[in-house]
Structures are given as C-alpha cells and as structure tokens.
Nanobody, 127 residues
Framework: QVQLVESGGGLVQAGGSLRLSCTAS????????MSWFRRAPGKGLEWVSG????????TYVDSVKGRFTISRDNAKNTLYLQMDSLKPEDTAVYYC????????????????????WGQGTQVTVSS
C-alpha cells in the first residue's frame, strides 16, 4: 500500500534552516505530482509547495517564496523541502501528499486533490 514517511522536523531558532524529507513507497513515485502542506496551531491545512513529476515546475505559496525550495529525487523515491530563513510563523506540522492521478501536469493547491498523506513532522521556530 501507499506509504509516505516524513522526517527532518525539529526545533530551530528564527533565521535557521531545516530540510524535510518524505520517503515514498507502494506506488511509482516518478509518475505523481507531489506537494507539501502544513497545519499551524489552531489553523487549517495550508498548501505550501508543489513539484511536477520531472521537477521542471515548482510552485510556492507567497509566504515562503524565496525561502523554501522543493525538490525530488525520483531514483530515491524521496521528496524534499529545504526551508531557510525560518520564521516563527512557519511553526506547523508539515505533511507530504501524493496527487490522486498519474501524469498530472498542472499544479494543485486543494487538499481534496490528494489521496495519500504522511503522518507529518513537527517544525517549531522559536523567536
């Protein structure tokens, strides 16, 4: 079955960096659009970034543009999120998610379009 396992979260001071990883199994990772979402304390789920199957297209929510970088290694079935210049408002549980159909070539910000999720990894940024 499909499994997504996030890692790399932790506690960091404002201005610091973290690199999140999401290891995928149970499906052909290279065929699927992937995204990162986050849920901050007391808030709803927010789409953060997405990446196309071949990494040619990446998109970001405005609040992280220029600070976060999404990437993937299809040979390793792994999705990454490099987070630099972290701010306290980035504190959240971060989730990776698999788009529901293969070969999707656009981008999607809607959580309803994703059919598999990891368990999440906590990122806490102190001021």
């Amino acid at each position: 079955q499909v499994q997504l396992v996030e890692s790399g979260g932790g506690l960091v001071q404002a201005g610091g960096s973290l690199r999140l990883s999401c290891t995928a199994s149970g499906f052909t990772f290279k065929y699927y659009y992937m995204s990162w979402f986050r849920r901050a304390p007391g808030k709803g789920l927010e789409w953060v970034s997405g990446i196309s199957t071949g990494s040619s297209s990446t998109t970001y929510v405005d609040s992280v543009k220029g600070r976060f970088t999404i990437s993937r290694d299809n040979a390793k079935n792994t999705l990454y999120l490099q987070m630099d210049s972290l701010k306290p408002e980035d504190t959240a549980v971060y989730y990776c998610a698999k788009y529901r159909t293969r070969y999707y070539t656009d981008s999607s910000y809607d959580a309803k379009d994703y059919d598999s999720w990891g368990q999440g990894t906590q990122v806490t940024v102190s001021s």
